[in-house]
C-alpha cells in the first residue's frame, strides 16, 4: 500500500468512526451530536476547498442559519448533523430572512454523517441559488472530493482528522491513584446508601433481573457543573449535549452509577454480528437474514465524573440530582452500551451486545 492508499484509508476510517459516533448519539434523542468543534470542521474545509472560512458563532453566538462564513469568497455553510429537508429548509428560509444573501453568493449545508439519498426541491428565491444535488454534502462527497487532492494535502488532512479525534477523547488530566480510589469509595458508599433502599427477601431474586427496584427514585436529574439553564430548556446551538436531563436509573456497575434510555431496534447475522437499524423504514428489518432484536441503551456515569450530589428533591421534578462533569465527548459518560434490559416474568437477564460483533450489515 503507497503512502497515499493509506492516508485516505485512515481519512475514511476517521469519518467512518465519526459517523457511527453521531449515529449513536442522534439514536438516544439526547442532543442533535455534532461531534466536531466548528473550529475543527472550518479547518477542515479550509484545507479541503482552500476557503477562508471562520467560525461566525465565534463573533456573535447563535448567529442565524450559518456557522462558517468567507467574506472573501462569498461562501458560507451550516453544518448540522440533522439531515431532513425541513432542518434544511428551515435554515434557507433564515438566510433569506436575515439577508445573508447581501455578504454570500453560496450557502452549502454540511450534514455531519450521511444525507438523504433524495432531498425535494427546496422553496427559495432569486437571491439565492440553491441545487440540493450541489449545495448539500456529507462525508461521502468530502471523501470523494479529497480523493482528487495532491498527496501532501491528503496527509495534511489525515492529520488534522487525527488530531481532532485525539482531541474529542481526551479526558481531564489523572489525579494521583490513591486520592481517586479513596475519594470514589468514599463516594460510592455514600451514594448507594442515599440512592438504595433495603429490599425484602422476596424482592431479592426480582432485582437480579431488575435491578432498578432497589432505587428509592425512579429517576434523578443529571446536571452538568457548568449548567445555568436549569429549570429551562437548554436549547444548546451545534448540537451541543444539553447541560442537564431527567435520566433514569438501572442499576450501579463498578466504576459507577447506569442509566437506562430506549435505544430502538438492532438485526443479528447468523454469526452473531450485529448493527442498528436506522430510524424510520430500514429495509433490512425484513431481510430473513437478520434476527430483529429491539434494544435499550446503558448509560454510564463513573464516580470520576460525579462531583457530588443532593438528595433533597428538586420544586420541578421532585427527584434528587447529581452533579457531574462532562469529560468525555462533552458527555458525562464513560460508555455507552446496548443490549436488553432483564426482565423478571422472563426469568431473562440483562443482555449487552458485544461491541467487538458489531459490524456494518447490508
Not at 117 to 123: C, G, L, M, Q, V
Not at 273 to 294: F, Q
Not at 310 to 319: K, N, V
Request: net charge negative.
Amino acid at each position: 500500500m503507497n503512502s497515499r492508499e493509506f492516508e485516505m484509508k485512515a481519512i475514511s476510517n476517521e469519518f467512518a468512526h465519526w459517523e457511527i459516533k453521531i449515529s449513536n448519539l442522534s439514536s438516544l434523542n439526547l442532543f442533535d451530536a455534532n461531534i466536531f468543534s466548528e473550529h475543527s470542521i472550518c479547518e477542515l474545509l479550509n484545507c479541503i476547498y482552500e476557503y477562508k472560512l471562520h467560525n461566525i458563532n465565534a463573533l456573535q453566538k447563535n448567529f442565524p442559519s450559518i456557522d462558517l462564513g468567507d467574506n472573501y469568497n462569498r461562501i458560507c455553510f451550516q453544518v448540522t448533523s440533522t439531515k431532513s429537508s425541513k432542518k434544511i429548509q428551515s435554515t434557507i428560509d433564515k438566510f433569506l430572512e436575515n439577508k445573508l444573501y447581501n455578504d454570500y453568493d453560496e450557502l452549502y449545508i454540511l450534514v455531519l454523517g450521511k444525507k438523504q439519498k433524495n432531498y425535494p426541491e427546496f422553496s427559495v428565491s432569486d437571491e439565492l441559488d440553491f441545487n440540493e444535488d450541489r449545495n448539500i454534502i456529507d462525508f461521502r462527497d468530502l471523501l470523494s472530493f479529497i480523493n482528487s487532492l495532491s498527496t501532501a494535502k491528503i496527509k495534511r488532512i489525515s492529520k488534522l482528522l487525527n488530531e481532532e479525534n485525539r482531541a474529542a477523547n481526551k479526558i481531564a488530566p489523572k489525579r494521583n491513584n490513591s486520592s481517586i480510589v479513596k475519594r470514589n469509595l468514599t463516594l460510592k458508599k455514600r451514594i448507594k446508601k442515599d440512592l438504595l433502599i433495603k429490599l425484602k427477601h422476596e424482592e431479592w431474586e426480582y432485582a437480579r433481573y431488575e435491578p432498578w427496584i432497589k432505587f428509592k427514585y425512579r429517576n434523578i436529574l443529571v446536571r452538568s457543573v457548568d449548567d445555568k439553564s436549569f429549570p429551562e430548556v437548554d436549547d444548546r446551538p451545534n448540537g451541543e449535549m444539553s447541560s442537564w436531563f431527567k435520566g433514569e436509573t438501572w442499576d450501579f456497575y463498578e466504576n459507577g452509577i447506569e442509566l437506562i434510555s430506549w435505544g430502538g431496534e438492532a438485526i443479528f447475522d447468523k454469526n452473531g454480528n450485529w448493527d442498528i437499524l436506522k430510524n424510520g423504514y430500514d429495509k433490512r428489518k425484513n431481510n430473513s437474514n437478520y434476527e430483529v432484536i429491539p434494544f435499550h441503551t446503558f448509560l454510564r456515569i463513573p464516580y470520576d465524573f460525579i462531583v457530588d450530589y443532593d438528595m433533597e428533591p428538586d420544586a420541578y421534578y421532585s427527584i434528587p440530582s447529581i452533579y457531574v462533569e462532562y469529560l468525555k465527548n462533552g458527555m458525562p459518560y464513560e460508555e455507552i452500551l446496548y443490549g436488553q434490559m432483564g426482565t423478571y416474568d422472563l426469568k431473562q437477564y440483562t443482555r449487552i451486545f458485544d461491541n467487538e460483533d458489531r459490524r456494518k450489515l447490508d
